[in-house]
Structure formats: structure tokens, C-alpha cells
């Protein structure tokens, strides 16, 4: 999103913009439509994930999240529920991410904590205005997998498929990956990374 929103903001510091399953917010995005317990409605309210992932170790918060993220249907709690309570030990990990995965993005997160990644997107969504009429002056790729929950977040499948974003991004290009999820990254690195530089062989950067 931060990527979007300077290529808008700033196209003549920007030679292009490439994003790995974040869509163009150009529907009108509202998740007024879905439960109170959607996951980016619960951990936009302040101290709410916090008590969350508190009553775990770093460890436990990233593998719930790798798992709730990897699967098709969006992460959302019932009302008695939090978003870790959606899946437990004995779930398994996707087949593509590793134990040994874990223990370095856990390490991280040690360090790091989860301050930012929640401020960024969650709650600053609402600091955001609206793309409206504006045009990319640069061009856009985006890569999605198919498999990617996000489809089913409102107008975001017709967006992507109808010509919407098009007329927000007249240089789009995007790849959907028949059997990624939103992670897509992480499932075909190889693959993502030759989508990646062949975007940037096609449009070479001037210096």
C-alpha cells in the first residue's frame, strides 16, 4: 500500500511500482459488509492484537499466522473468539514453509515486535484517502495467487478482472498464480523472482 500511495503521490520519483498480493484499492474497498470478527477490524482497534499475541510466545503468534494467511477463506473470529484462537498446534505448517522458516521469522519478530506491522496497514487504513480519480504515471505489476483470500474481500475480484484497475493503471500488468495463496512469494520463489526481473528488463530504469 505505502508503495501504491507514493507512486501516486510522487510519479516523478517513481519508475515503477511492482506488489506481491496487495491489489490496486481501487473498488471502493469497505469491509463494512463483513462480521465484526474480520481480522483487520479486530487488530485495527488499539491493544487488541496486542492482548492477543500476548498470551503466546513470538513463535506460536507467526506459525498462527502463516497458517490462518496460506488458506482461501478469510481469517475471521467468532465473537466469543481472537484471531490465534482460529487454529492451534497441531495444525499443521503449509508444506512450503519450513520449521527452520519459523525459527528465523520468529527471531526477527523477537526483536522487532509487532508494533509496525500492525500500525502499517491496519491502523492507518482509515488515514488513507481514497484513489478517486487519480492515474499511475508509472507502470504497475502485481502478482497474485488465485488461491489468495484476499478474491474475497468485496469488489476486489470484479476489480481485478473487469478493466476497473486498468483505468487507474493504464501500464498494468498482472500474473495470477493458478495454485499461490497469499503468500505467493514465499510458495514459488524462483518463479516470483523471474516474474520480478523480467518486469524490471521490460521497463529499464533511466538513470
Known amino acids: 500500500m505505502p508503495a501504491y500511495d507514493f ?23 469497505s469491509f463494512d459488509t463483513l462480521p465484526e470478527g474480520f481480522y483487520i477490524l479486530r487488530w485495527a482497534q488499539p491493544g487488541r492484537a496486542e492482548a492477543d499475541f500476548g498470551k ?20 475471521i473470529a467468532k465473537e466469543n473468539q481472537e484471531i490465534m484462537d482460529l487454529a492451534d498446534l497441531s495444525t499443521p505448517l503449509p508444506e512450503w514453509f519450513s520449521e527452520e522458516d519459523l525459527d528465523v521469522y520468529s527471531s526477527l519478530y ?28 508509472v507502470p504497475v505489476f502485481i502478482v497474485m495467487g488465485e488461491k489468495d483470500y484476499v478474491f474475497k474481500f468485496p469488489g476486489i475480484e470484479s476489480a481485478m478482472k473487469d478493466g476497473t484497475m486498468e483505468k487507474h493503471a493504464p501500464n498494468i500488468k498482472i500474473t495470477y498464480i493458478p495454485e499461490g495463496g497469499h503468500f505467493v512469494q514465499e510458495q514459488f520463489p524462483d518463479y516470483v523472482n523471474e516474474l520480478l526481473l523480467g518486469f524490471l528488463k521490460d521497463h529499464p530504469v533511466v538513470i
Do not use: W
Request: charge should be positive; aromatic fraction near 10%.
Open 110 to 137: 523477537e526483536n522487532s515486535g509487532f508494533r509496525y506491522p500492525l500500525q502499517m496497514p491496519y491502523r492507518s487504513l482509515h488515514q488513507r484517502k481514497p484513489i478517486g480519480d487519480a492515474k499511475f504515471q
Open 7 to 29: 507512486a501516486l503521490r510522487h510519479p516523478n520519483r517513481t519508475c515503477g511500482v511492482m506488489c506481491l498480493g496487495i491489489p490496486l484499492g481501487t473498488a471502493g474497498l
Open 56 to 75: 503466546y510466545d513470538v513463535k506460536r503468534v507467526v506459525r498462527t499466522i502463516y497458517i490462518l494467511f496460506s488458506r482461501s477463506e478469510i481469517p
